[in-house]
Every structure is written in structure tokens, then in C-alpha cells.
T-cell receptor, first 116, second 111 residues
């Protein structure tokens, strides 16, 4: 499986500010996704990060709130904009390993955000 | 909305027993099914994948799939306290790679 590194691992943020989360993969991957896990909840897909083009957002998530960049096949960023306490969550980067044509999804360690 | 349903638990089993975790899904197009284990404060870890009807065994874990009934299960034999975690069932969305996750079943293995 790919090694997926996320930064920051955790942060405490003030209401109204924005934070950018970075995801670095140790190998080139085609499929990369950003998920959110709110306290006590399961994982919800935010968007598919597309290399060289705009991300594909799920219902309920918009680019103005969660802008995503993916400049190459090993790196992506997710920004949480104009944060409110409801954005307090774990944000997870995930990839489908290139040598796994079975669709197995692997996750980074996550970025735990607390918004005050 | 395509859904993945799991009992939230907690499911409590004694050490050495078999733990049985169940999952149903609503999207009949789904072809790929996964079980993830998530320890508190950690990210999900893939433990089993299954694509065809029937059983798939890997060590102490057995995944079972019944597409007609839209049902997936995970059996953990000889349960250990270290198996105590939340187990997430995940199903691929349509023909793509993105996954829908259930809310997870909390498993507690007592010594």
C-alpha cells in the first residue's frame, strides 16, 4: 500500500479563519479522495481530487468552502475556509493504490481540526 | 442516497469467541466490499476486501458476501482484546472507486 502523509496532524483554529491540509503520497496515484469524519460519525466523501483540473464535489460540499488543489499525482491540498465550530472534524486523504486494481482505498493518518 | 447500514453496537464478546459483524447496503450496482478497522483516534485500516458471493478467509478474519440479499458480514475468530475497535463496512459507489461507509460497529473483546 502507498504511504500517505498528512499535515497538520491536528490544529485548533479560530472561527472565521481558514486552514490548508496537505496530503503527500510516496508514489504516483490516479485516484485521490478527501473524506470528513465528524465526531462519533462515519466517513463522508467531500470530493475527488482530480490531477490538473477542478475537484469533483459531493452533494452538500462546495468549492468555495472546501477548495482543493491537485497539482500532480503525489500531492493534494484541502482548504477549509471560513471555519465554524461545525467544521470540527477529522479530515482524511485517501488513495487507491496504483498496483491494486481491486479498488482498495488507503487512508492517511488524518488531520484533526478543532474550531473554537 | 445510497446507504450502508451497520448496527452501532457495542458488540461485546469474550476473548477467544467469534465476533460476527453485519452490514447491509442499498446500491445493487456495487461490486466491491470492504471492511476497515478503526482504533480510537486513528485512521481506518483496511482488513478485508471481497468481490464475489461466498466466503473469503484471511487468517482469523472471514468476510461473507451475499449480493442477492445485499448483505456483507465479517467474522473474527479467536477474538483478542486487541481486536477491540470500530469496524467500518464500505461499499463502492456505482462503477467508481469512491466508497460509501457505514457508521461502524464498536467491538469490545473482554479478557
Amino acid at each position: 500500500s502507498a504511504v500517505i502523509s498528512q499535515k497538520p496532524s491536528r490544529d485548533i483554529c479560530q472561527r472565521g479563519t481558514s486552514l490548508t491540509i496537505q496530503c503527500q503520497v510516496d508514489s504516483q496515484v490516479t485516484m485521490m479522495f478527501w473524506y470528513r469524519q465528524q465526531p462519533g460519525q462515519s466517513l463522508t466523501l467531500i470530493a475527488t481530487a482530480n490531477q490538473g483540473s477542478e475537484a469533483t464535489y459531493e452533494s452538500g460540499f462546495v468549492i468555495d468552502k472546501f477548495p482543493i488543489s491537485r497539482p500532480n499525482l503525489t500531492f493534494s491540498t484541502l482548504t477549509v475556509s471560513n471555519m465554524s465550530p461545525e467544521d470540527s472534524s477529522i479530515y482524511l486523504c485517501s488513495v487507491v493504490a496504483e498496483n491494486a486494481n481491486t479498488g482498495e482505498l488507503f487512508f492517511g493518518e488524518g488531520s484533526r481540526l478543532t474550531v473554537l | 442516497q445510497k446507504e450502508v447500514e451497520q448496527n452501532s453496537g457495542p458488540l461485546s464478546v469474550p476473548e477467544g469467541a467469534i465476533a460476527s459483524l453485519n452490514c447491509t447496503y442499498s446500491d445493487r450496482v456495487s461490486q466491491s466490499f470492504f471492511w476497515y478497522r478503526q482504533y480510537s483516534g486513528k485512521s481506518p485500516e483496511l482488513i478485508m476486501s471481497i468481490y464475489s458471493n461466498g466466503d473469503k478467509e484471511d487468517g482469523r478474519f472471514t468476510a461473507q458476501l451475499n449480493k442477492a440479499s445485499q448483505y456483507v458480514s465479517l467474522l473474527i475468530r479467536d477474538s483478542q482484546p486487541s481486536d477491540s475497535a470500530t469496524y467500518l463496512c464500505a461499499v463502492n459507489r456505482g462503477s467508481g472507486y469512491a466508497l460509501n461507509f457505514g457508521k461502524g460497529t464498536s467491538l469490545l473483546v473482554t479478557p
